[in-house]
């Protein structure tokens, strides 16, 4: 990783160009970073809080069960986001990797960055939701730093393994659309765990996303410690992960100049 | 000291034909083998000494960017090994970190990093780097505002400023207008003078020749010839003759008999293909496809052998098998035993081999090009028969051969009524001696007032013929026919050309021999008697008529622009186009 820290000022220029680039040409630009995740918050808070009757345990409010989706849900549209994009990095940046000698490595790393914009955007749209619907936030949201890395962690190792077996499977940044919305479902976001039957709850113990949001949730909604039996194995997982797809990725990388 | 050291570098491409094959390969982790090895370079080893500037040289596919982008780091060789010392700055292909809707100096800067500099770097040499392309305030502007020339110059201000130890330069001069060509090779002198490592590769061999101090030539993927630029363009030349002559012979050669208006289509095989029942290997394809012959696209049946297509098809009376056969030019070194061409008919549940032929074309130069045959099929007729079209081969390495059947197709003969006048006749006659070769596309202009009825060119007893030997002496005749009475004197005459140029050229003027008191409806026949001293090779005889009154002031009656074709064949005794009969004496002092 010593080559990408010495790119560091190319990364930035990636992302900054990356983020411009986006807005650039786009009437309302930047806006419509906020205003899609309000209008899919809002349909969802909906459904499930006002025709289902969805609530979390130990309240029978609806805007306990809409800030708890909302803690769950923000990270969670930042994290698909980031994973389907970066595992186009490398295919949509060929012109760059067949042409210009520089460690391909930094395309997962600045997409996922330049995505996590979209998380910091979430996370404001919920802190002021919050501050409306429920005042000031507790001391536990110190945490959300931990949660925010862990997260990145966790979203360049996807990017790492995805983007590079793009390349050698064309068909993985299509077959993401769907597999994101089984694991969207499968994770316990717009519902609560209990709602689970109990011999299916071993699926839940086995997400890595529901670790994380786990994570978010405690530090936004909850206002408490993440448990250690939820931090301690993300944590491990995240790391370990990340180091297997880092070598995975210089593993494969050596194909990247001929099969793009 | 070395600035590049490269040990015996190779890099294969597995070619799939198709990703699924890929998958298939993937999946079985390197048990099952679905791909064919392409070495885009094999064997390459040299060191270039620091302060070089490299030319390489070859022909399209021999390598030459499969090299630089290894040596650039964007690929990974399959074998060997390379060193680089110092840092590389390498213009692959100008401009392609760009973004269009950015600035000039956005992508300055962006470029900049991309190579590897800092932002302060980039600070200083920014004037520079503005200067030198010339855009001026334009560098402020979105790139999609500038022109292609422009996005050039840019690129590769950004480039020579890096200020790299080598400099890797892909086709990259051959852009931009002739004062920034200008600058970039005063550019180029520059950092020659400051002792930096050029690689420079482009089929452009005048910069090869006047900047560089060695070349390589590549073909193959191997290094073929290595050292001055002089002795290198040469060789380069060379191998582009040598291509353009297989090309030449490989694709305007037509061999054989070719079926006039006198015969209709009745099947045509290559459009039926879909229909017929196809027996080969999986891997072998058997696909149509259009080549061209002459700039004529015509259809052919392409078939890598070993492979069966079996047609079944009612044989009417009076009917013809026609149809071509041949190997693609790029073929013919891969499979130095040959293709066996063969045609089976089945009927009544006898097998009979209607045709068999083998094409070397490798050994036997006979053999290249499109070999036209027709076949009667009278024994068959009023039978639906199948008929089987094969090719086999005796070389090891098959799926190289590529070998094709040529415009396949069932003719019936139609009774056609010949015009009795003598012009007509002539003119049947010639396009029946002419019909040898395709005829390309027929340039002819001239007022007509005077029209040439035939020109063929045959041996000394008056046959036509389309192939002789070196020296050997012929008659070209030229037969014309007058619409008008003329008072002028009127000219005949020839020249003879090869692809090149005109080799030799004689008219009734120069021999102060021209024809006199031509009367409407004469027919005047004219022999230009001639020795061939000719090298190896095809020539072409154009034939004129015309009133000349000096050497500029020519009307054209009419001229048939290289309209008799033919071959000479020279027994290796001489190289070039003529033969100056040298007589070598010799003796020791």
Redesign the interface.
Same mark, same amino acid.
Do not use: N
């Given at each position: 990783m010593t080559s990408v820290f010495e790119y560091r000022g190319l990364i930035w220029n990636f992302i900054k160009r990356d983020i411009s680039s986006k807005y650039v040409g786009s009437l309302l630009g930047l806006y419509w970073s906020v205003i899609n995740p309000i209008i899919t918050l809002i349909i969802y808070i909906i459904v499930f809080g006002v025709f289902l009757k969805v609530r979390i345990p130990g309240s029978t409010s609806i805007w306990d069960f809409a800030l708890y989706f909302a803690a769950g849900f923000l990270p969670w549209l930042a994290f698909q986001d980031s994973v389907m994009r970066g595992s186009r990095s490398i295919i949509d940046n060929k012109n760059y990797i067949k042409k210009i000698p520089f460690p391909s490595e930094i395309f997962p790393i600045f997409i996922t960055l330049s995505e996590f914009v979209n998380l910091f955007i979430g996370l404001g749209i919920y802190l002021i939701l919050f501050l409306i619907l429920k005042g000031m936030p507790t001391i536990y949201i110190l945490i959300l730093p931990l949660a925010i890395i862990l997260q990145l962690v966790f979203t360049l190792s996807l990017a790492f393994f995805l983007s590079s077996g793009a390349v050698y499977f064309r068909d993985i940044p299509t077959m993401l659309g769907p597999l994101f919305m089984i694991w969207f479902w499968a994770t316990p976001i717009a519902y609560t765990i209990d709602l689970i039957p109990v011999n299916f709850q071993w699926i839940v113990q086995l997400n890595p996303a529901y670790y994380m949001i786990e994570i978010y949730r405690d530090a936004l909604f909850y206002g408490k410690l993440p448990e250690i039996n939820i931090l301690v194995p993300f944590l491990i997982f995240s790391v370990v992960l990340f180091v297997i797809s880092i070598w995975f990725f210089r593993k494969t990388k050596t194909g990247f100049g001929e099969l793009l | 000291m070395n600035a590049i050291e490269v040990h015996n570098l190779g890099k294969k $491409?597995k070619l799939f034909t198709s990703?699924g094959r890929? $998958?298939i390969e993937?999946l079985s982790a390197g048990r099952v083998n679905r791909h064919t090895d392409f070495w885009a370079l094999k064997d390459i080893s040299f060191d270039i000494p620091s302060g070089t500037t490299l030319g390489i040289l070859g022909q399209n596919g021999s390598g030459k960017s499969t090299l630089l982008?290894i040596l650039?780091?964007?690929?990974?060789p399959s074998e060997g090994s390379f060193n680089i010392k110092g840092k590389?700055s390498?213009i692959? %292909?100008l401009g392609?970190?760009f973004?269009m %809707? $950015?600035s000039g100096k956005?992508n300055v800067?962006?470029y900049g990093?991309?190579?590897?500099l800092?932002?302060l770097e980039i600070d200083n040499r920014f004037d520079k780097i503005v200067q030198f392309s010339e855009l001026g305030d334009f560098i402020y502007q979105p790139l999609r505002t500038y022109s292609s020339g422009m996005i050039v110059r840019l690129a590769f201000s950004v480039a020579v400023h890096v200020n790299a130890d080598i400099l890797i330069v892909d086709e990259a001069l051959a852009v931009g207008d002739a004062i920034f060509q200008h600058r970039c090779f005063r550019k180029i002198r520059e950092m020659q003078a400051e002792g930096k490592t050029i690689l420079y590769v482009g089929h452009d061999t005048d910069a090869v020749r006047n900047l560089c101090t060695q070349a390589l030539l590549l073909d193959g993927g191997r290094i073929i010839e290595r050292g001055d630029p002089n002795y290198v363009v040469n060789k380069y030349y060379a191998l582009i003759a040598d291509r353009e002559s297989a090309y030449n012979e490989g694709n305007l050669i037509v061999h054989g008999e070719i079926p006039d208006e006198g015969y209709e289509t009745v099947y045509n095989f290559v459009e039926f293909l879909n229909t017929a029942k196809i027996i080969s290997p999986p891997t072998i394809p058997v696909r149509e496809q259009t080549i061209e012959v002459n700039s004529i696209p015509r259809k052919v049946i392409f078939s890598h052998a070993p492979s069966e297509i079996m047609y079944s098809v009612s044989i009417e009376p009076f009917s013809f098998l026609s149809f071509a056969i041949g190997i693609m030019p790029g073929a013919w070194d891969k499979i130095p035993q040959g293709v066996k061409f063969d045609i089976e008919i089945l009927c009544d549940g006898r097998k009979v081999n209607i045709f068999s032929r083998v094409l070397q074309p490798k050994r036997n130069i006979g053999d290249r090009g499109w070999h036209n045959f027709i076949i009667p099929l009278e024994r068959f007729s009023k039978k639906v028969v199948s008929i089987v079209f094969s090719t086999s081969g005796s070389g090891d390495d098959l799926s190289y051969g590529w070998s094709a059947w040529g415009w396949v197709t069932l003719k019936r003969e139609i009774p056609q009524p010949r015009v009795d006048e003598a012009g007509e006749t002539l003119k049947n006659k010639a396009d029946e001696i002419n019909s040898v070769f395709v005829p390309g596309k027929l340039i002819r202009y001239g007022n007509k007032k005077i029209e040439i009825i035939t020109a063929v060119i045959c041996d000394l007893e008056g046959n036509p013929k389309s192939g002789f030997f070196t020296n050997e002496t012929v008659i070209i005749r030229i037969t014309i026919k007058s619409k008008e009475n003329f008072n002028q004197d009127v000219t005949v005459g020839c020249s003879i050309r090869n692809k090149y140029s005109v080799i030799y050229g004689m008219n009734t003027y120069w021999q102060k021999n021209d024809l006199k008191n031509i009367r409407i409806g004469d027919i005047v026949t004219i022999d230009f008697l001639c020795c061939m001293r000719l090298g190896d090779g095809f020539y072409s005889v154009t034939p004129a008529v015309a009133i000349v009154t000096s050497n500029t002031d020519i009307e054209v009656l009419d001229r048939l622009e290289d309209h008799v074709l033919f071959k000479i064949t020279n027994s290796n005794t001489m190289e070039g186009f003529v033969d100056l009969d040298a007589k070598i004496t010799w003796n020791i002092a």
């Open positions: - | $491409f990703p890929r $998958f993937y982008s650039a780091g964007v690929l990974y590389v390498a692959l %292909e392609s970190g973004h %809707e $950015f956005d800067y962006m990093s991309i190579m590897g800092t932002k």
